[in-house]
């Protein structure tokens, strides 16, 4: 798997490189290389519509919908999820560059650690963000004392994703989330 990866990497270098190693316009790589201003992909701004967003649980008036940065209230996970996670539809092909999240400022309940799943295609087995080594990359995600300062991560290479999961590892409280995506749409 890690020499697939790094042969992925060689093709398709993502933010580290910005040589071009294109073959054609239509080349995947040159999409994901004309990505270098990353923009919000509509969480926040309501873009992406409430049924695009999902997760593995809720709590009662806390739903997956609600988890916008910058939103009054957030996504809460029930309190026996013991691996929770909220999923995003893209819809189309999108060039994802990293994430921004943010707890739940009204309780003391915010995600500290987290990893980022995504899928090519709606039907493509789900792959994680990775380091430099082709680890599952854990992100740092809030600390402060009520999990309300916006924290951006970047990911170590770009990725093309029409769904991007966040799965928070490590939580105080409960894990509670508002966030963004970052990136730029291929069409």
Known sequence: MKQVMREIR??????????????????LC?????????????????????????????QGNFPARDGRLNNNV???????????????????????????????????????????????QPSSVREHVTDENGDIKVFIGNTDANGDTPVTNWFDESVVATLVRIEPTEWITAAALRLELLGCRLN
Do not use: F, M
Request: charge should be negative.
């Open 10 to 27: 060689e093709r398709c270098p993502g933010t580290k490189k910005h040589t071009s190693v294109c073959k054609s316009p239509k080349d």
């Open 30 to 58: 040159c999409n994901i290389d004309e990505c270098s201003s990353p923009e919000p992909l509509g969480l926040e701004d309501g873009t992406v519509t409430d049924d695009h967003i999902t997760s593995s649980s809720h």
């Open 74 to 120: 957030a996504w809460v996970a029930q309190w026996g999820d013991t691996n929770p996670w909220i999923e995003v539809d893209l819809i189309d092909s999108t060039v994802v560059r990293g994430v921004i999240t943010q707890g739940y400022y009204k309780y003391t309940h915010y995600v500290t650690h987290y990893q980022v799943a995504y899928q090519k």
